[in-house]
Structures are given as structure tokens and as C-alpha cells.
DNA sequence: TTTTTTCTGTTGCAAAAGCAACATATTATG
DNA sequence: CATAATATGTTGCTTTTGCAACAGAAAAAA
């Protein structure tokens, strides 16, 4: 599925040759964009990593995605409506490519060399976004925290090709990621720990079984 | 976003025409497809309606989405795991168009006029996808039954440009797209009533207030 | 038209999750 | 280094949700 195809380096080369597109630096916190009705920003994490959060009426805060290197984000993949706040925070020191879409998969007017090489990944990049989004309904669907747990557990153990793997992410996060409590994720967390089922050390934790 | 394009009068046009492509129809609960590993077939709903249904070791039933006309479905979407069962299942009489990928935005090497059309209108359609998934996200990330509730009818409202509109899922599938218990579901529906948020008459639905 | 199946609506009870509040540990920041 | 801010870990209590079971309505099948 992966080309290999690096887009970081790539963009280093192009990016100041389409005026289409801006390129931008942002720190850790800092905030790299709003979703706001009627634009068409189409968003590509070059470097770092970055969360689109969600504020809704109530004061819950969402993890709506996560995104790492060569992420999609943006309107363009959304129907922003005015009920709650979209927010894109930089978790990490990043890289952001934005431009605005008029038809994506239409070439520049200027027949640019950047739009080409963008118009022929895109496809590729949107589709591992597919496969990222329909693994986290996965997640969300499962009917209790232990098996959001577990099955997030079990997807970054088989990414990792091994029972231990790292967290990507704090506590705290998970929690707003898989949409749950934050106390209660911990509660469950500490009964799969006491059953044995996993074992964790600071931020790395081994799946035993499953 | 929409281009107005007709895949279904170009389908029965080309589809005879390409090896590589077979179009089946189905009658209404046959099972279109299983998900399984290592193939990568797509899928496009030409006409009727079907559904993504995961069963867990628990039994638990879970719509994981609904598609209609243009829908895109199939392995290339989804990294099929072996803990639970994927089905698609025809809601209705369906027409659906199968082919495995290989490169899906290669062209074939027949240099096929069908795969040309399909490969110019696969990133819109997908695209489509994305906005459609993001937007089951939003729903399954809010907190409550009634959030879930009320983000959904919104959303219906809104697509139909009325405040009432009809239920395209029964009760039935509702609660398993929202991934909620049906009996709590209907519970807080009768408090949604009660409190006069909506009225509901059969399966038409009016939303009084946001 | 009758029978069977599926869908809708309802309830008591048990289990799970959310809320609030706090202590401690860890990590940033002046 | 000292202090502030953030993250982790924990608990009692309340609320929500899920489960199980049933009855009636509607739809599908015989």
C-alpha cells in the first residue's frame, strides 16, 4: 500500500514554486487551523504530529482524529456544522501544507510539477485515510471501555508486530480518543492489569493475550 | 462535490465490456460479500440499499455503515482482522459491481474506456466516503444516547432542508448504527418526545428545537 | 386470509460508566 | 532550582446504559 514516496522531501524542493500553497512551521500547542464553514482547506502533516479536537456545548473535548506524518485533514473531509468548535492542535513541533481546493484532482492552471506529484498521491493518501477511519469506528463501536481498550491495544500491538508496543498517546488523550471517561478508562485499565490481561510500565504495554 | 455523473447508465454501457469487472444484482437479505483478509476487492453500489454488518464474539450486532446509490465498500477500505465478522447485506434489491484491485488508479492494461471513466471518478467518490465517515465519527463520539440521538435527526434534517424528515433505518438498525442498547434507545426517544424536542409519527420525525 | 416472523414499545433490575474531588507524580517553565 | 502546570492514579456516589423478558403492532410469508 505504502510507495514510499516522501513527501517531506519533496515539498522541501516545491513548495516555494506553487502559490497555491503555503507551507507553515507551528509549535507544540499552538493552534494550525479552525474548521469554518464554506472554506475548502485541504491540510498535509508533512512533520510532527497533531490532534483535531472537538469542543462541543457541554465542555467535552474529543480527539476526533490523530494524525502523523503525511495525515490528510481539512474541511474538505468535513461537513462542519455550527454545533461544536473543530480545532487542529499541534501536539508536536510540525510541518503543514495547506492550500485551498477548488477540484483537487484538477492539475494547477500553471501545470505545475507540485500539483502533479500531489494529484497523483492523493488517491493513495485518501484512501489509508479511509482504512484510518473506518479501524477508529471500529473502536468506537464496541459496546464497553475494555474492549475499546483492548481492541486499540491490539491494533497498535499488531502494528507494532509485537506484544509490547509504546502509547501514542497520554492517558488523558486515549481517553478523549476513545471517547470515554477518563476515570473510567482508568478504573478498567487497573482491572485489566489485575486480571492479568495486560501489563503496563510507564508508557509501554504488553498484551498478553487476545 | 457532486459531478452530476451517472455511474449506473455507464455501467450497464461498459461493464460487459471489461474483464477484469463483474456486475451482480441481489435480492433483498442475500449477503452481497464477507470481508476477508488478503483479497482486495472493491465494491460499488450501483442501485438499493445494503449494510456493513459486524458481528462480535459477543453477538453483538453493529451497523458499521449504511450504503445507498455510489457507495463504495470492499476489503481495499479496511484492515479486515480476525476477530470479528464483516457481511454486507442487502437492505434491498442491489446492483453492485465488483472488481480487485490491484493498482485501483492504474488503468488497465486493456486500456479499457470503463476503467479510464472509473479511475477519473474513484477520488470524488471516495472523497464522498471520507466526509461520510467523519461525519458517523461526530455521531459516535458523542457522550449519550440522546447526543446520538438528536446529532443524527439533526443531520437527517438538515439533508432533507426540513425539519422533519423520515427515518431512512428501522428502529432496529438505528440502535445498531448509534451502537447503543435498543431498549435504552427507545427509552430516551420517549423522553425526547416527552420533553417536545421531537415528534415522531410512524417513521416520519420532526425536530422541534436543536 | 391465516400464520409466522420481525419490529416497536415497555419495564425492573443489574452493571457499567460518568461525575466530582482529591492526592501524587511527572513534566514544563520562569 | 523552584514553582507552576499537566498527567496519572484513586474513590464514593449518582446516573445512565445494558440486559432480559414480555406484549402488542406491523409486515412478510404461507
Known amino acids: 500500500m505504502n510507495t514510499g514516496f516522501n513527501l517531506e522531501n519533496f515539498i522541501s524542493d516545491f513548495s516555494t514554486k506553487c502559490n497555491k500553497v503555503q507551507s507553515k512551521t507551528f509549535t507544540k500547542n499552538e493552534i494550525i487551523t479552525t474548521y469554518i464553514q464554506k472554506r475548502n482547506q485541504l491540510c498535509i502533516l508533512i512533520s510532527?504530529?497533531?490532534?483535531?479536537?472537538?469542543?462541543?456545548?457541554?465542555?467535552?473535548?474529543t480527539i476526533v482524529e490523530h494524525f502523523s506524518k503525511n495525515a490528510l485533514f481539512g474541511e474538505v473531509f468535513y461537513n462542519v456544522t455550527t454545533n461544536n468548535e473543530l480545532l487542529v492542535e499541534a501536539k508536536s513541533n510540525c510541518t503543514v501544507l495547506f492550500y485551498i481546493y477548488d477540484d483537487m484532482f484538477q492539475e494547477c492552471k500553471n501545470n505545475c510539477k507540485f500539483h502533479q506529484?500531489?494529484?497523483?498521491?492523493?488517491?493513495?493518501?485518501?484512501?489509508?485515510?479511509?482504512?484510518?477511519?473506518?479501524?477508529?469506528?471500529?473502536?468506537l463501536t464496541k459496546r464497553s471501555t475494555r474492549d475499546k481498550l483492548l481492541g486499540y491495544f491490539s491494533l497498535l500491538s499488531t502494528r507494532n508486530l509485537n506484544t509490547s508496543f509504546e502509547l501514542p498517546l497520554s492517558l488523558t488523550d486515549l481517553?478523549?480518543?476513545?471517547?470515554v471517561d477518563r476515570s473510567a478508562m482508568m478504573r478498567e485499565l487497573k482491572l485489566l492489569k489485575e486480571d492479568g490481561i495486560i501489563e503496563k510500565s510507564g508508557n509501554m504495554i504488553r498484551l498478553n493475550r487476545n
Open 175 to 179: 481517553a478523549d480518543y476513545l471517547s
Open 117 to 139: 506529484v500531489l494529484s497523483e498521491n492523493l488517491p493513495e493518501l485518501i484512501l489509508n485515510k479511509v482504512t484510518e477511519l473506518n479501524m477508529r469506528i471500529e473502536l
Open 48 to 61: 510532527g504530529t497533531a490532534d483535531l479536537v472537538r469542543y462541543d456545548l457541554n465542555g467535552n473535548r
